[in-house]
């Protein structure tokens, strides 16, 4: 069975920009869950998709977006980008419906300049 | 609020015997986790608790107390490649699930 997958690995991009990542679940997996991680900060929840609907959602602010398709591939956009966005973002899937484990995606790699 | 804490660093030497500690201080507490990641990688699921008590599995056990917001992870017969970063995470709700900061473990030979 196929992993999680995310793309694109490595991005570079500047100040003021925007950026779409994409995260495709584990085969059957109806969950999907975003994560920053930074040294300083560790994994920061961004917000978690169940059935294309928006189940939970951290403290980020509105710059942050996601959405999720009837395949249960992911998306999430940040606009305007900052410096501080600078971080590994990773998508994780999981069954849903109260299921414990979650898996990892790869991440991607953003560098804003 | 929330507050996840657990050892920022912790050495410990090949065949030895390891716990890192987690506590927590959640809402709506329904379940905790322990991850494994080793740099540059995603984390890797290990452990899940939602009842009190030990879960063992191989050389990696979870204990988990929820009236004392407390867990652990116990790694026994240490190898190098238990050199990583372990990760508590407590899940809220449904599937809202808040980390540590993690503890980076480091394995002499």
């Known amino acids: 069975k196929a992993g999680v997958t995310q793309t694109p690995r490595y991005l570079i991009k500047t100040r003021g920009q925007q950026v779409t990542l994409s995260c495709s679940p584990i085969?059957?997996?109806?969950?999907v869950s975003w994560y920053q991680q930074t040294p300083g900060q560790g994994l920061q929840f961004l917000f978690e998709?169940?059935?294309?609907?928006?189940?939970n959602k951290g403290n980020f602010p509105g710059r942050f977006s996601g959405r999720q398709f009837s395949n249960s591939r992911s998306e999430m956009n940040v606009s305007t980008l900052e410096l501080g966005d600078s971080a590994l973002y990773l998508c994780?899937?999981?069954?849903?419906?109260?299921?414990?484990?979650?898996?990892f995606g790869p991440g991607t790699r953003l560098t804003v300049l | 609020g929330q507050n996840i804490d657990q050892p920022t660093e912790m050495t410990a030497t090949e065949g030895a015997i390891v716990q890192i500690n987690c506590t927590y201080q959640?809402?709506?507490?329904?379940?905790l986790f322990w991850y494994q990641q080793h740099a540059g990688e995603a984390p890797t699921f290990l452990s899940y608790?939602?009842?009190?008590g030990l879960e063992e599995k191989g050389r990696f056990s979870s204990f988990l107390s929820r009236s004392k917001g407390y867990s652990y992870l116990l790694l026994k017969e240490l190898q190098m490649k238990d050199s990583a970063s372990y990760l508590c995470?407590?899940?809220?709700?449904?599937?809202?699930?808040?980390f540590g900061k993690g503890t980076r473990l480091h394995i002499l030979p």
């Open positions: 998709y169940f059935s294309e609907t928006q189940r």
């Open positions: 995470a407590v899940r809220e709700g449904d599937d809202k699930i808040i």
């Open positions: 608790n939602v009842l009190d």
């Open positions: 085969s059957g997996h109806r969950s």
């Open positions: 994780a899937s999981s069954l849903g419906d109260g299921y414990n484990e979650q898996f």
């Open positions: 959640t809402s709506g507490f329904n379940g």
